[in-house]
């Protein structure tokens, strides 16, 4: 994928799972930050149980992104409470 779609990959991915974390308002930036570092952790964890990871600009893809998001949400939470 060219930088654009990552661009908006990563804001829809992490967009989504902001809103099911209910972490609304940390911006656009985050957003996409966290939606392109998740579509790398899901895909790598995807991997590791033998499923597919990140193939493209696809609902899979998409869903292993925003589980790779939450999973960066969870992690951060941990460590903001500590």
């Known amino acids: 994928m060219n930088i654009l779609l990552w661009i908006i990959f ?5 967009w989504i799972a902001s809103v099911i974390m209910g972490t609304r308002g940390q911006g656009v930036l985050v957003d996409i930050v966290l ?3 998740g579509a790398f952790v899901g895909g ?3 991997q590791q149980f033998g499923a597919q990871g990140v193939t493209g600009f696809n609902l899979g ?6 589980v790779g998001a939450i999973i960066i949400i969870a992690i951060a939470r941990l460590f903001r409470r500590a």
């Open 10 to 14: 990563g804001a829809l991915a992490g």
């Open 35 to 37: 939606g392109i570092i």
């Open 44 to 46: 790598w964890l995807f």
């Open 61 to 66: 893809s998409l869903l292993v992104a925003v």
